[in-house]
């Protein structure tokens, strides 16, 4: 089954508000990256969807183009400095800039701190902090400081980077990087038309999330909001931000998480 989506989450964002732009959203295939990459799309941007798998990545394609929405596939292994080249040289090449960046692909395992190897350790960072550092300077300087316009948006996954969890100590880590790159590149882009944040969601009811073997009713009662989280829930704080709504956020790491930080569980 499914997890559930939340359409309604969605209702407050205008038609058309991203007309006119285009975006890049990489994890596009699946999970919070396909919502979000469905609802740029519906707001009027042209959408790049890309990650490692092909399949996803035309099917997200078809449901976008569906709904009537412009969208193209790229896959990509973002880990690559060189992929990466290779994936800008294509998307510009055919959409011609880059106005709209989502740094969505991640990934992490759990486990103690003293159980992960040093390679464990380097992969989760290579993915989750290196790849997020490359994607976005280069969109930067390739598109989006020339053109004087940008927003990057990255989100830290099921988890805010203001404190360590549990079982997580690499993708803590890594997190808690893209939150001081986030603030760092707000300030040195700022001045020439570039917005940054970083975006922190909750426990996040996904494919992937269910591979964890937990019970979604059980996680949820020791959440604020007492539920679990919507790819549409994480989708529509990105589409506001990148919508004109958002012009004046920078900087900053948008905690949506239902109150999970302040009453978050172990994972194990």
């Not at 991640?106 to 490359?134: H, K, P, W």
């Not at 830290?156 to 001081?180: D, F, K, L, N, Y």
Request: aromatic share 6%; net charge negative; charged share 20%.
């Amino acid at each position: 089954m499914a997890p559930p989506r939340r359409p309604e989450a969605l209702a407050a964002l205008a038609p058309g508000s991203l007309e006119g732009r285009t975006a890049l959203v990489t994890g596009g295939g699946t999970g919070i990256g396909r919502a979000t990459a469905e609802l740029l799309a519906r707001l009027g941007a042209r959408v790049a969807v890309t990650g490692r798998r092909e399949e996803p990545l035309a099917e997200a394609v078809t449901a976008i183009e569906s709904a009537g929405g412009s969208a193209s596939a790229y896959p990509c292994d973002i880990r690559e400095p060189e992929h990466v080249d290779a994936l800008l040289d294509a998307v510009l090449g055919d959409m011609e800039r880059i106005d709209l960046l989502v740094n969505n692909a991640g990934g992490q395992f759990v486990s103690r701190a003293e159980d992960i190897s040093y390679n464990g350790f380097r992969a989760v960072e290579r993915l989750n902090l290196d790849a997020t550092f490359y994607v976005s300077t280069q969109v930067a300087k390739r598109s989006m400081l020339p053109a004087g316009f940008g927003k990057i948006a990255s989100v830290t996954m099921t988890m805010t980077p203001h404190r360590g969890i549990v079982g997580m100590s690499h993708s803590s880590a890594a997190r808690a990087g893209v939150e001081s790159l986030t603030a760092t590149w707000a300030q040195e882009w700022g001045p020439r038309g570039v917005r940054t944040i970083a975006v922190a969601p909750g426990i996040v009811h996904t494919e992937a999330w269910e591979r964890y073997g937990l019970e979604p009713e059980q996680v949820a009662q020791v959440i604020p909001a007492k539920r679990l989280q919507s790819v549409d829930d994480v989708a529509a704080v990105i589409g506001f931000w990148m919508s004109p709504a958002g012009d004046y956020i920078s900087g900053i790491t948008l905690v949506a998480d239902g109150g999970m930080n302040l009453a978050g569980p172990a994972l194990y």
